[in-house]
Each structure stands twice: as C-alpha cells, then as structure tokens.
C-alpha cells in the first residue's frame, strides 16, 4: 500500500468511539490544553483543535492539504515520510489519538482522560490539579 503521504493531501475522518465521544475531552477543552499538551506535545496537541473545527464543518470527514497546514503549524511541509505533519500524525497514532483508515486517518473528535501512566509523568503541580478535575476511582479494600 502507497503510503498516503506521496501526496499533497490527506483524508481525514472522525474516528467513532461512543464511550470516549461520552466521556472525552473536546481538543480545544482547557483540559487538554492544561493536561495532554505536555504528553502530545504542542504540534499535535494544535492538529487536533484544528482538525476538531475543520470536523465541525465536515462532519464526515476532509481533505487535509499537507503544506498549508504543515506551514501553518510552523512545521516542515515536506509531504513525504519524514514531513512534519506526518510525524505529528505518527505521535497521535501512537497515543491512539488518531488511527490510519482506507482512505487516510480517523482522528477523535474528543480525547480520552488521560490514564495513570500518564498521570504519573506530569509535574507535581498538574497530578494534582488532574485529580481534583478527574478524580480516581476508589478501589475496595
């Protein structure tokens, strides 16, 4: 299979998930801003608002063109494997963020709360502001 980005776009489509779409965090939430930034990283934390609006118009899902985007997010437009954007695509993938489809990539709509690994690796300050937002649930004793 060619890898899709040869080309000077990408298919982007919502990835369907009924308990994260319930239970998520919008992309542009001050949740994700405040607690995935530091675990995704600026770049694909700023791709997932974006393409949160452009899914708001397109609810079935878009054309993403490389370059505009890549330049946008002040990354490398370069359209092949070692591109900008396709990195930022691979850093979502590998948080399942996002998922390579038949036709491009589904990305969430919402992100899920973050789970105890990462939870563990924010700065003192950010765990527990994380649990009085998101408290763990209670374990028998």
């Known amino acids: 299979m060619e ?20 239970n998520g965090h919008d992309p542009r939430s001050r949740y994700v801003e405040q607690f995935w930034l530091g675990v995704i990283g600026p770049t694909a934390a700023w791709l997932m608002r974006y393409v949160a609006y452009e899914l708001d118009d397109s609810p079935d899902g878009f054309e993403l063109c490389i370059a505009p985007i890549a330049l946008q997010l002040g990354i490398s437009p370069k359209a092949g494997p070692r591109g900008g954007l396709h990195r930022t695509l691979h850093r979502l993938v590998m948080f399942r963020l996002a998922a390579e489809s038949h036709a491009g990539y589904a990305v969430r709509r919402q992100l899920p709360p973050l789970n105890h690994s990462q939870i563990r690796r924010l700065p003192a300050h950010l765990q527990r502001s994380h649990s009085s937002v998101c408290p763990l649930p209670q374990t028998a004793a």
């Open 3 to 22: 890898s899709p980005f040869f080309h000077s776009s990408l298919w982007i489509e919502p990835w369907r998930d009924p308990i994260t779409e319930a």
